[in-house]
C-alpha cells in the first residue's frame, strides 16, 4: 500500500531523489522529485552511504521492492512498492530510473530561497518566476550545501543559463526554470527579483497527500558540472548523484568561491544546520545582496549622543566637586 503515516520521522539519512525520468519505474511507484527520500528497502534502514540500496535493486529484478519513503512537504513517511526493471530502457542500463544522492534529510530540506518580487522585464519575469508562491529548492548543476549557494552559483555565473528547480506552492509542483544573470537587464540585481531566506520562508508543508499527475520530471542532468559551471568554481567538495545503473553526475560546492566580488549575503550568519538555528529573515536583490542595517539612530526626541550612564563612583565625586563649587559660589557672595 501507499498508506501515508504521520508518526514521528525516526529516519535521519537517506537517499534523496533528485530525478525521475519518464515511464521508469521510478515514476510509476510515484516517487516525487525533491521531495522524496527513500530511507528503507525491504526492511533495512538506508542510513549509511553503501551499495546496499543497489544490491537489493539488483537482487530483486521485475520483483517488487518494498520502500519506506519519508516527503519533506508533506512531513510523512509512506510505503511504495517498486519493481525494479530495464526493459523502460532504450539502453537497457537503469533499472530505476532515478537519480538519487545520499544526504542528510534534516540539512538537505534547509536550502530554499522564497521569491518575493519579481521586477517587470526583468530576467527572471521572463523566466516565468512568480512572486511570493515560487520557491528555488534546487538547481541541476549544483546540490546546495550552504545558505549562501544560490547567490555565489548566480554571481559566478553571468551570462550563462542556469537551471533550476522550482516549487510552486498554489499549483503544489516542481518545474524546471532557466535564468540568466545578467547585470545589465536594466534594473536592480542581476536576476531583477527579491529572494528571502529563513526560518518564514520555508515550502509550506501540505497536510493532504501528494499526487505525482502533475509533477513533470526534470528535463536532464547535466554528465559534469563543469558544463554548466565552467572552470570559474573551485570544487572543494564533490556530493555524488547516482543514476542506478548508468553514470555519475557530480556537483561542487560553491560556497568556497574566492572571486573577491562576490557578494556574501549571509557571511556573519553560521550557517544552519537546524531549522530551529536559522537567522532572521533575509529579503534581498540577487546579487547585490544586504542583510537588514539595524539603526543606530537615537531614541525619538533626542539628538546627538546618548550619554552614557556613570557608575556609583563617579556619581559621587561629581556630587562632591558640585558641592565644593556651590560652597565657593556662597563664599564669593557673601
Given at each position: 500500500?501507499?498508506?501515508?503515516?504521520?508518526?514521528?520521522?525516526?529516519?535521519?539519512?537517506?537517499?534523496?531523489?533528485?530525478?525521475?525520468?519518464?515511464?521508469?519505474?521510478?515514476?510509476?511507484?510515484?516517487?516525487?522529485?525533491?521531495?522524496?527520500?527513500?530511507?528503507?528497502?525491504?526492511?533495512?534502514?538506508?542510513?549509511?552511504?553503501?551499495?546496499?540500496?543497489?544490491?537489493?535493486?539488483?537482487?530483486?529484478?521485475?520483483?517488487?521492492?518494498?520502500?519506506?519513503?519519508?516527503?519533506?512537504?508533506?512531513?510523512?513517511?509512506?510505503?511504495?512498492?517498486?519493481?525494479?526493471?530495464?526493459?523502460?530502457?532504450?539502453?537497457?542500463?537503469?533499472?530505476?530510473?532515478?537519480?538519487?544522492?545520499?544526504?542528510?534529510?534534516?540539512?538537505?530540506?534547509?536550502?530554499?530561497?522564497?521569491?518575493?518580487?519579481?521586477?517587470?522585464?526583468?530576467?527572471?519575469?521572463?523566466?516565468?518566476?512568480?512572486?511570493?508562491?515560487?520557491?528555488?529548492?534546487?538547481?541541476?548543476?549544483?546540490?546546495?550545501?550552504?545558505?549562501?549557494?544560490?547567490?555565489?552559483?548566480?554571481?559566478?555565473?553571468?551570462?550563462?543559463?542556469?537551471?533550476?528547480?522550482?516549487?510552486?506552492?498554489?499549483?503544489?509542483?516542481?518545474?524546471?526554470?532557466?535564468?540568466?544573470?545578467?547585470?545589465?537587464?536594466?534594473?536592480?540585481?542581476?536576476?531583477?527579483?527579491?529572494?528571502?531566506?529563513?526560518?518564514?520562508?520555508?515550502?509550506?508543508?501540505?497536510?493532504?497527500?501528494?499526487?505525482?499527475?502533475?509533477?513533470?520530471?526534470?528535463?536532464?542532468l547535466p554528465q559534469a558540472v563543469t558544463n554548466v559551471l565552467q572552470p570559474t568554481?573551485?570544487?572543494?567538495?564533490?556530493?555524488?548523484?547516482?543514476?542506478?545503473?548508468?553514470?555519475?553526475?557530480?556537483?561542487?560546492n560553491v560556497s568556497d568561491t574566492t572571486t573577491?566580488?562576490?557578494?556574501?549575503?549571509?557571511?556573519?550568519?553560521?550557517?544552519?544546520?537546524?531549522?530551529?538555528?536559522?537567522?532572521?529573515?533575509?529579503?534581498?536583490?540577487?546579487?547585490?545582496?544586504?542583510?537588514?542595517?539595524?539603526?543606530?539612530?537615537?531614541?525619538?526626541?533626542?539628538?546627538?549622543?546618548?550619554?552614557?550612564?556613570?557608575?556609583?563612583?563617579?556619581?559621587?565625586?561629581?556630587?562632591?566637586?558640585?558641592?565644593?563649587?556651590?560652597?565657593?559660589?556662597?563664599?564669593?557672595?557673601?
Open positions: 500500500g501507499n498508506a501515508a503515516s504521520a508518526s514521528s520521522m525516526p529516519y535521519t539519512h537517506g537517499f534523496h531523489v533528485v530525478k525521475v525520468k519518464p515511464n521508469s519505474p521510478g515514476q510509476m511507484a510515484g516517487l516525487v522529485p525533491y521531495f522524496d527520500y527513500i530511507v528503507a528497502a525491504n526492511d533495512l534502514t538506508l542510513n549509511q552511504q553503501n551499495n546496499a540500496f543497489v544490491q537489493i535493486l539488483q537482487d530483486n529484478i521485475d520483483k517488487p521492492v518494498k520502500c519506506i519513503v519519508y516527503n519533506s512537504k508533506t512531513e510523512k513517511t509512506r510505503e511504495v512498492n517498486i519493481v525494479p526493471n530495464s526493459a523502460w530502457d532504450p539502453n537497457k542500463k537503469e533499472l530505476l530510473g532515478v537519480s538519487i544522492r545520499f544526504c542528510n534529510i534534516r540539512s538537505a530540506t534547509e536550502y530554499v530561497w522564497h521569491i518575493m518580487e519579481v521586477f517587470p522585464d526583468s530576467p527572471a519575469s521572463k523566466a516565468g518566476l512568480k512572486q511570493y508562491t515560487d520557491y528555488v529548492v534546487g538547481s541541476t548543476s549544483l546540490v546546495f550545501q550552504s545558505s549562501e549557494d544560490f547567490f555565489n552559483l548566480v554571481s559566478s555565473n553571468m551570462g550563462r543559463s542556469l537551471d533550476f528547480f522550482v516549487y510552486n506552492s498554489e499549483s503544489d509542483d516542481i518545474r524546471m526554470v532557466t535564468l540568466t544573470p545578467n547585470k545589465n537587464w536594466g534594473g536592480q540585481g542581476s536576476l531583477g527579483c527579491n529572494v528571502a531566506y529563513g526560518l518564514l520562508h520555508k515550502i509550506p508543508t501540505k497536510e493532504n497527500e501528494h499526487t505525482t499527475i502533475d509533477i513533470p520530471a526534470p528535463e536532464s568554481i573551485p570544487a572543494k567538495e564533490v556530493t555524488n548523484v547516482v543514476d542506478i545503473g548508468s553514470t555519475v553526475v557530480q556537483s561542487a573577491e566580488h562576490l557578494p556574501k549575503p549571509i557571511a556573519t550568519q553560521t550557517a544552519p544546520t537546524k531549522a530551529t538555528t536559522l537567522p532572521s529573515t533575509y529579503a534581498m536583490s540577487v546579487p547585490n545582496t544586504q542583510a537588514p542595517v539595524t539603526s543606530t539612530l537615537p531614541p525619538s526626541g533626542s539628538h546627538g549622543n546618548v550619554a552614557q550612564p556613570m557608575d556609583l563612583e563617579s556619581l559621587k565625586k561629581k556630587q562632591e566637586q558640585l558641592q565644593q563649587q556651590l560652597q565657593k559660589l556662597r563664599m564669593q557672595m557673601n
